[in-house]
């Protein structure tokens, strides 16, 4: 595929075949990521303004491995379950919740337990040392 006077990969016409078409939407896609200047990113390429981001890394500090958000329905006995540190907990939401649909937003040792319709339930601070967490209820 011959490039325009711009050097924009010109269209030679539609594919003749899947190799053609793909050959043509490669050509398209390597000028776009290679080639094209882009206005907001002072002139660079997406592919240079890609590569020099800055990229998370195992052990890279700041990061905290343990923050999640994790979608649970209280069960019978009103508690929902959570592996967290290999290990997995149960946690005492409470039986007037049973069958709630519920979020447990996770943020390091720190478990918060949300209604869907955005109201607290319930938060602990987990200790790893016992398999059964109490929460405690919000007042």
Known sequence: MAPDAQGIPGQTGPGRSITELQRQVDGIVEYYNERRPHRARERTT????????????PGMQGVDPHFRIRHDKVDAAGKVSLRFGNKMLHLGV??????????????GDDIRVVSEEGELIAQTSIDLSKGYQKMRIPQ
């Open 94 to 107: 409470g039986r007037p919740w049973r069958g709630t649909r519920v979020r447990l937003y996770i943020a």
């Open 46 to 57: 997406p592919a240079a303004a890609f590569a020099a981001r800055e990229r998370a890394t």
